[in-house]
């Protein structure tokens, strides 16, 4: 079966920083390229940020770029996301999920998601 | 950046219908395109992938067709549980993008 499971969120301020983490099982981790998808209350879903497979190519939404760094841990078959410069606008639920084939595909499984709030 | 827009934003169903929801993208996607299910408070869920390939564990009513730039969701009769929020998702290029959701209620 497999899991994924994310955590870190919290209430941070604006301009804080803070680290979020997704552990996955029940698949081949270091196969999978790994994304991240946020969704503000009510909203729709936003794609964040992904990683291949090796770790090797990054790749961000404008909105993140250069506040955000996504990094993994083939050998704990963990991927996490470096979130600073915070602000109001990246309050959402992060929710942690793998794509289907290899470093290509849909994002398959999902984790039930990480709340992250940023206000003072 | 391909823009997703799906249509339309609300469809009001009875149960038993079939029901038809949208998905066109503002440049060619080719046949990489998933939807996804969303209940209330939960996480999103892989229905369809390929446009028309059904995710493990999908039931034969929901199916896709399309290609290109326009994709349409099909569930031929609907149940209770069906009634949920549906966003289409393109992977074809980065960014990777999502539709704002048709949200699917009961008639």
């Known amino acids: 079966e497999v899991q994924v499971l994310e955590s870190g969120g919290a209430l941070e301020q604006p301009g804080g920083s803070l680290r979020l983490s997704c552990v996955v099982s029940g698949f081949t981790f270091s196969d999978h390229a790994m994304t991240w998808v946020r969704q503000a209350p009510g909203k729709g879903l936003e794609w964040v940020s992904a990683?291949?497979?090796?770790?090797?190519?990054?790749y961000y939404a404008d909105s993140v770029k250069g506040r955000f760094v996504i990094s993994r841990d083939n050998s704990n078959n963990k991927v996490h996301l470096q979130m600073n410069s915070l602000r109001a606008e990246d309050t959402a639920v992060y929710y942690c999920a793998n794509r289907k084939f290899d470093d290509f595909g849909p994002l398959e499984y999902w984790g039930p998601g990480s709340l992250v709030t940023v206000s003072s | 950046e391909r823009v997703m827009t799906q249509s339309p934003a609300t469809l009001s169903v009875s149960l038993g219908e079939r029901a038809n929801l949208s998905c066109r993208a503002s440049q060619t996607v080719n046949r990489n395109l998933a939807w996804y299910q969303q209940k209330p408070g939960q996480a999103p869920r892989l229905l369809i992938y390929d446009a028309s390939a059904r995710a493990t564990g999908i039931p034969a009513r929901f199916s896709g067709s399309g290609s290109g730039t326009e994709f349409t969701l099909t569930i031929s009769s609907l149940q209770s549980e069906d009634f949920a929020v549906y966003y289409c998702?393109?992977?074809?290029?980065?960014?990777?993008?999502f539709g704002q959701g048709t949200r699917l209620e009961i008639k």
């Open positions: 990683i291949s497979g090796s770790g090797s190519r990054t």
């Open positions: 998702h393109q992977y074809n290029s980065w960014p990777l993008t």
